[in-house]
């Protein structure tokens, strides 16, 4: 007895230099349910353990526990754990006297555990370069900024801050311009520019490693984009479009005169024929095309006849000047006739039926709200959790709408190796919530606190953020 005490000592203290203590970590979050968006499991009774702004462990509870000591820990019991959202599809912009309002955008991202978003260009990319500097050093609170910079156009388009471009050599210029801002992306939109400029600019930058992001021009069929090497396609219509078996008559109908755009635009919906679609689709998805739907600014859009957001409490949160680049798209939805406003409700019913179809082909499906000046009742952050609920209706899976806003935008920018899931070595962009997303998508918008970049915020925390929003823009009335 005694022996075999003595023994068990021995043995203890033998083992001793090599458990050594616990590590130390900044936060460890217990007892927490992880949500693996992958696989589309729910794991119970699980410690995540972060240092410096990265996880380093993730596992059963009591194990991590025991290597790991904490300055802070959070208890996650009944709760559930999942990576944080990204947003691939944002705009910062209205013009220099709006960079306040524009930056006071960033909180509410973080307050609705958008963890990352895609700025697709606007007229304030060197206030937006800053700010994703700023994030990225850890002093200016907000989500992780991935940006276009400015964008392609052609010359004299509508839209402000572009780089205008009408020879290949202008745009072999602008490319260099683009990397040496160090973009994330390059955006490409079709308001003047020439189609076959478009494809030399989608070629030229997949040439240099750049990924890309358009409106394709109506001239183009988007599997012509696609076979040049465009990245990304953003809004549901240009699938639409796609999916005619008449695109390219329509669009050359267009290109001669024959047709307004909203002619066009509604030629495409009503020859629309989902046995052709399906094999369209099949071929872009061969082709390596992501699309961003912004399926719920669709809607928006779509319903202004009659929907009444003047009590929109996401109004509250914005600055004045933000809120009046919104009349711009309800004066023109005012103007609409009786057919037009018809056509925009058939539009939207068409691209709700276009979404799973793109699912089932295939097409990688980013997240993404458009939300920014301009757009109307999209509002930043909570916009999203809108989009995901649209997807949801529109047939996808809770677990794959999950996936379009954590696993594909890192996997389109290159960064899935930091980002999409909370295991060791990912990036601590973190939130956890009250409910299982994975059973009811309207779980994200229960947010008990977010972890961005290893910072913890409670649940107290997001409300100040959200409370001085709504201070700011009450006082700049
Ligand atoms: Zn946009």
Redesign the pocket.
Known sequence: MKRILAMAVASVMAAAPAIAGPAPADLMIRHATVIDVAKGRAVADQAVAVRNGDIVAVGADRTVARQYSATLTVDATGKFVMPGLWDM?V?FGGGQGLIEENKDLLPLYLANGVTAVRD?AADLSASVLAWRADVAAGTLLGPTIFTSGPKLEGYKPLWKGTIEVGTPAEVDAALDRLQSMKVDFVKITDNTLKPEIFLYAVKAAKKRGLKTSAHTPFALAIEEAAKAGLSSV?HLDYLIKAGSPAETSIAADYVAGKLSYGEASDRFVETFDANYAKSEYDRLAKLGLYVTP?LNMGRILAYLDREDHRNDAGLTLLGPGLRKTYDWRVERAAKATAAQVAARHKEYELSVKVLPMLRDAGIPILAGT?AGYL?SFNYPGFGLHDELQRYVEAGLTPREALASATLTGPRFLGHDDRYGAVAKGKAADILILDANPLADIGATRNIRGVVVKGQWLDRAALDRLLETARSKAARAE
Do not use: F, I, L, S
Request: hydrophobic residues 15%.
């Open positions: 599809h705009h697709a953003e912004t458009d757009n």
